[in-house]
């Protein structure tokens, strides 16, 4: 495989190498108290602050040395829709980096439609394929690559079982095996990284009371599993956190390299923290105050491009 070939993908759980954000230097000031609802804030942000954040943020990837690419460098037909997408920073969402291409999600109706085209266009312009695209009356926004062999897919309220389902061949095309979650329908279970986070090979954070039910699918089958029994017959301990932990975005956070993460520093509760260093865990805290306003976590904030082994 030549080296370019080989510059994407997030199957490996090893370090972080590069990563796509987007500051919404065009967007965010059209965030107001009358429409912030509409457009999945939860309150209005102060603009300068938000932008100063997510500076910060880029830059301690960087000094992570991490990578980071900038959508507005690579978007160029798409650049006008910058303007109208004030959620575009949560990119996470919008499309998962394997190494056969990204999977591209497809958006629900509403302020965050057309955001896939502005990532189709960068995607194509810094040289990664597009392995799969929805139809446009469909909806996905987003899975969780656990491993080279296993991707998991949540049914959250930002996707459509149908959608889903039509999903699972092509996906099991790369993964040997799918997991499909099915999640209760609300909005602090939007995306699947509000449920289910690995932290390295044998440890991960999770909220037990959103697996409402667990299936493996693979190419010959499909089975009900219990989610904790079946990562615990995989060796991975399987840490759960608490109602406000979830709701602060517990299990939300960016794995530099296994075991050492980047997260909010208020999202893991003083004991969720010693429990994680007890294993060995290093968390490199963040504080945010105007990011919250969007509702995401830095994770969401954050379209992982590659990773490699070490
Ligand atoms: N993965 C995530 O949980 N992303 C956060 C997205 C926040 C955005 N304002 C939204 O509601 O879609």
Redesign the pocket.
Known sequence: MSESKTMFGTEELGRLRKVLLHNPIESLSAVSEENYKY???NFVPNVDQYLREHEQYAQMLREHGVEVLLVRDYARQTKDLLARLP?LP?L??TAVITSKGAILSEMCPGT?AGEELVVKEVLTNIGIPIFHEFKTQEQF??CLILSPSTLMIVNTE?SSPNTIEGFFSKALTIFAEVIYIEAPQA?RY?????IFNRISEDLALYFPPAFLHAYLINRQTRKEINFKTYLVGKSIELIPISDEEQRN?GC?FVPLEPKKLIHYDLALTIKTKKLLKERGVQIHEFHPAALLA????L??LTLRLWRTTF
């Open positions: 457009h999945l804030f959620n949560y996470h969402d965050r926004e987003g930002r909005r939007m995306h699947a990284d509000m975005w939300s969007g509702g995401g976590s994770r969401c």
